[in-house]
């Protein structure tokens, strides 16, 4: 599974982007996507994630009810809406993919992915 994100940038403090993820080769199997993001001097952290089938979806407390994660399995394709962005959201963001058993499965730790992309650097200024 190729991944190939993007959609980052530089806005300001309110702004919002919304970051594709391009997953050709995901519908071959089960693979429950997420979203990472890596601050400057910080580790990896889990942001959202997908289950295969769409129907189950998880956020970070840190980003729940500003980001929405979504996907467009016709496409190959997997988003991640942000909104309300904060200087604190400053980070490479980067898409991964995990094997998982069942089509409403989901995965929280990076540990979990076998699959990951290259970033997409999102800077928010205040």
């Known amino acids: 599974v190729q991944l190939q994100a993007s959609g980052g940038g530089l806005v300001q403090t309110g702004d919002s982007l919304r970051l594709s993820c391009s997953t050709p080769?995901?519908?071959?199997?089960?693979?429950?996507m997420g979203w990472f993001r890596q601050a400057p001097g910080k580790e990896r952290e889990f942001v959202a994630t997908?289950?295969?089938?769409?129907?189950?979806?998880y956020y970070a407390d840190s980003v729940k009810g500003r980001f929405t994660i979504s996907q467009e399995m016709s496409n190959n394709m997997v988003y991640l809406r942000m909104n309300n962005l904060k200087p604190e959201d400053t980070a490479h963001y980067y898409c991964a993919a995990a094997r998982v058993f069942g089509v409403h499965d989901t995965a929280r730790l990076a540990t979990e992915y076998n699959y990951w992309g290259q970033g997409t650097l999102v800077t928010v200024s205040s």
């Open positions: 080769g995901r519908a071959a199997g089960n693979y429950a």
């Open positions: 997908i289950s295969w089938r769409g129907d189950r979806k």
